[in-house]
């Protein structure tokens, strides 16, 4: 970046810690903070008529439909809370396909007779609305002269306030139909989805006994980020439109020093992930930890994990807190996942988990995992799960960001497999040979100092390279990437475990009418599930070459792009577990596809006309200057009578470097004017032909950037975002 304008950012960075005030929410003070700003129960069983409360937990608790004439009580309940605390406006908030979120806001104030206004808010206004539904995408399942949509209250998701100094709002969570009843949304078919699972795996349950009649899928997603000052953001055109830079050389420090992992966090930095935990924390998002990241200018955020359609609102509430908060400490949040060549990308771990409604974790193991065959039951199942349907867990983590990572020996590989650890690995091994007999232990952890703690061992190590490793008691789905909602990656879990469910009921039942003993009909269906599925189920390196080939032999699927891994949603197999569960019929499945494919076009077309508009009005211009200084040198060398073997090999050099970059950007623009075919056959013209392009021009701006004087270049380098803060 030009010295003067650079010379003024690193000063206003400068003045950064004097101004952040870090204010530690003390504890006290979190737990009358927590859920302030939310509609919860509390406040529903204050403000409510005992039967319309009781009807509400119902629906929420047990899935009961709402009785529409309740509707109207709570309407006015949740609109005379919301006005209280300076609300003016209403919104129906939902998640279209294309992946950010959706509110329309409408206002409480109607005119009243006397000409005066009063806030009114009736049943019908908060269970339906209908905003103009003919801008959001809909994967061709509607043209825009039908372009109805309604959004339909989701009772379970509780509402809150969006506040700032000039008023308040009332946020409603809700899903988003098509007047024909198709899913537009990711919650709808999400809320469909958990119902499914429930209903199987009660199916299950009930074989052994439990008295539950829900089963929750639980999550925890946890989110990482970058942090970087707003100044230099700003002077990033490649940072503010795609999310990520387009050039830039890697630095002389980058992370290999390993000194920023759980290091301490700067004030400034401190100071902004408090105000998004207060604000989170009002909002009734259960935010929990936070650290250092490995790249530098890395951090991550986890909450307490929640039912996965609360979770799934809240981790996009975290998303939107974390870019709006930023600002106000001089701060722009970068979700992308991989803002930075070079350095870690972001992902976001998917926590996960089933839960019944008596309170029981269904992949929690206890100490005698050997003895509790239900958990054997159920965590079999879920290898057969990730083995039938990787390529549609491959697919629900597939987006133009995410091909920087998966794969990249950073993140988990794209090939999808178990990580299960010693323990639960020597049990089913157990159970393959036969007989269950015994439970690995971990055993007791000595650090050989006395004044220390004795410290339990874990029975499994980690494996930070699995992308689907059991962490004790739930699976960290650990594909999915920072920018991404989270709803897909539960939905297609959720339809692939719910499959495996049905079957292993199917199975016991069966055998029941057999007249088979219960004990040898689960002992024999572990045996097959592990037989049938153990080729996922891996436990090595999964950033090695080995793993690449042994998952090859072992006929494991392995795309490594989104344009490879898409058409997996579309699969026979896939498709038919998505209708027979129905979560989505074919043709709103096909939307999902079809949206997603042209949003990765529509990415990679963007980046890469940013990357020309970089070229010819950022980096050239530089590179030009620098030329005709090197040039004018040369010539007074010259004219002085001297010789200079090097400067005129300097000045070859550079020619040559900017004569490639110039052909390349010529090279890339060509490639862009590429207007026919199908958007299958776009996808791949983008993936096989663009993307080199651009990979190419990168690499030759960034070998320009190191050697055109710093003063001169147009942009802030790695070195000033990552590390001036
Ligand atoms: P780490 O993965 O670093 O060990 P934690 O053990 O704190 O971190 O857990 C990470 C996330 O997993 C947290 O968001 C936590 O709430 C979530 N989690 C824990 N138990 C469950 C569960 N039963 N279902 C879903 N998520 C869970
Ligand atoms: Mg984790």
Redesign the pocket.
Same mark, same amino acid.
């Given at each position: 970046m030009g010295s003067a304008a650079l010379r003024d950012a690193i000063k206003d960075v400068t003045r950064w810690p004097m101004r952040a005030t870090v204010q530690e929410m003390a504890p006290s003070q979190a737990s009358k903070l927590f859920g302030s700003l939310t509609f919860n129960d509390e406040v529903q069983r204050s403000r409510l008529p005992k039967d319309v409360y009781r009807a509400l937990r119902r629906t929420i608790t047990q899935g009961e439909p709402l009785d529409p004439s309740v509707a109207d009580t709570i309407a006015t309940a949740m609109k005379d809370w919301a006005v209280e605390r300076g609300a003016t406006h209403f919104t129906h908030w939902f998640l279209p396909m294309t992946g950010i979120t959706a509110e329309k806001h409408d206002s409480f104030l109607q005119p009243g007779v006397d000409g005066r206004a009063v806030a009114e808010f009736s049943g019908r206004e908060l269970t339906m609305g209908e905003p103009d539904a003919s801008s959001f995408p809909s994967g061709g399942m509607r043209s825009t002269f039908e372009a109805r949509g309604y959004t339909a209250w989701d009772p379970t998701s509780p509402p809150w306030l969006l506040t700032n100094h000039n008023g308040a709002t009332l946020v409603i969570p809700t899903a988003f139909v098509s007047w024909t009843g198709e899913a537009l949304d990711k919650k709808t078919p999400l809320l469909r989805s958990m119902e499914a699972l429930s209903k199987q795996a009660v199916r299950v349950l009930r074989l052994f006994g439990s008295k539950a009649s829900r089963v929750y899928? @639980?999550?925890?997603? +946890?989110q990482e980020y970058f942090l970087i000052d707003r100044n230099f953001y700003f002077a990033r055109p490649d940072l503010i439109n795609a999310g990520r830079t387009l050039f830039g050389a890697r630095p002389p420090k980058g992370q290999e020093m390993e000194d920023q992992y759980f290091g301490s966090i700067p004030d400034r930095v401190l100071a902004c992930m408090m105000e998004v935990e207060a604000e989170l924390y009002k909002c009734g998002v259960?935010v929990? @930890?936070r650290h250092n990241e490995v790249a530098p200018s890395q951090y991550e955020v986890?909450?307490?994990? +929640?039912n996965?359609n609360v979770?799934t609102d809240h981790q996009m509430m975290t998303m939107e807190a974390l870019k709006r908060v930023a600002p106000k400490y001089g701060l722009a949040c970068l979700l992308h996942e991989k803002p930075f060549a070079g350095v870690n990308g972001s992902g976001k771990?998917?926590?996960?988990?089933?839960?019944d409604d008596l309170g029981n974790?269904l992949?929690?193991p206890g100490d005698t995992p050997h003895q509790n065959v239900q958990f054997l039951v159920f965590c079999a199942a879920m290898l057969r799960a990730v083995n039938r349907f990787q390529g549609l867990l491959r697919a629900a983590v597939a987006r133009a960001g995410n091909d920087h990572r998966l794969g990249a020996n950073e993140a988990p590989p794209a090939i999808m497999s178990v990580f299960l650890g010693d323990q639960l690995t020597d049990l089913f091994a157990q159970i393959e040979r036969g007989a269950v007999k015994e439970t690995k232990q971990g055993g007791i952890l000595d650090t050989g100092v006395s004044v220390l703690p004795k410290l339990l061992r874990h029975a499994g190590d980690?494996n930070r390279t699995s992308p689907f490793a059991f962490?004790?008691?739930?699976f +960290?789905f650990r594909a999915v990437s920072s920018n991404q909602s989270i709803a897909f990656p539960n939905i297609a879990l959720n339809v692939a475990v719910t499959e495996a469910l049905d079957y292993v009921v199917t199975e016991l039942e069966t055998a029941k009418k057999k007249g088979q003993k219960h004990e040898t009909a689960v002992r024999a269906l572990l045996r097959k599930l592990v037989k049938d599925n153990k080729r996922i189920v891996f436990n090595g390196n999964g950033y090695s070459e080995e793993w690449v080939k042994d998952a090859a032999h072992r006929g494991l699927l392995n795309f490594t792009n989104t344009v490879e891994a898409l058409p997996q949603l579309l699969e026979p197999e896939v498709v038919e577990a998505f209708e027979r569960y129905k979560v989505l019929n074919g043709r709103e499945l096909r939307a999902r596809y079809e949206v997603k494919l042209e949003t990765y076009n529509k990415t990679i077309n963007m980046e890469a006309q940013m990357m020309v508009l970089m070229a010819n009005r950022y980096i050239l211009p530089a590179a030009f200057q620098y030329q005709t200084q090197v040039a004018q040198s040369v010539a007074a060398v010259k004219a002085a009578g001297a010789q200079s073997k090097e400067s005129r090999r300097a000045l070859d050099e550079l020619t040559g470097l900017i004569d490639a970059f110039r052909t390349r950007t010529q090279k890339l623009v060509r490639a862009l004017d590429n207007h026919d075919g199908s958007a299958e056959q776009h996808a791949r013209h983008f993936r096989q032909v663009v993307v080199p392009a651009m990979e190419a021009l990168r690499d030759a701006g960034d070998r320009l950037e190191t050697i055109v004087p710093h003063g001169m270049w147009p942009l802030p380098t790695y070195r000033e975002m990552l590390f001036i803060k």
């Open positions: 899928t @639980t999550c925890g997603p +946890e259960p929990k @930890t986890a909450p307490i994990f +929640e996965a979770a771990h998917l926590n996960w988990s089933m839960s974790n992949l929690d980690r962490t004790g008691n739930k +960290e």
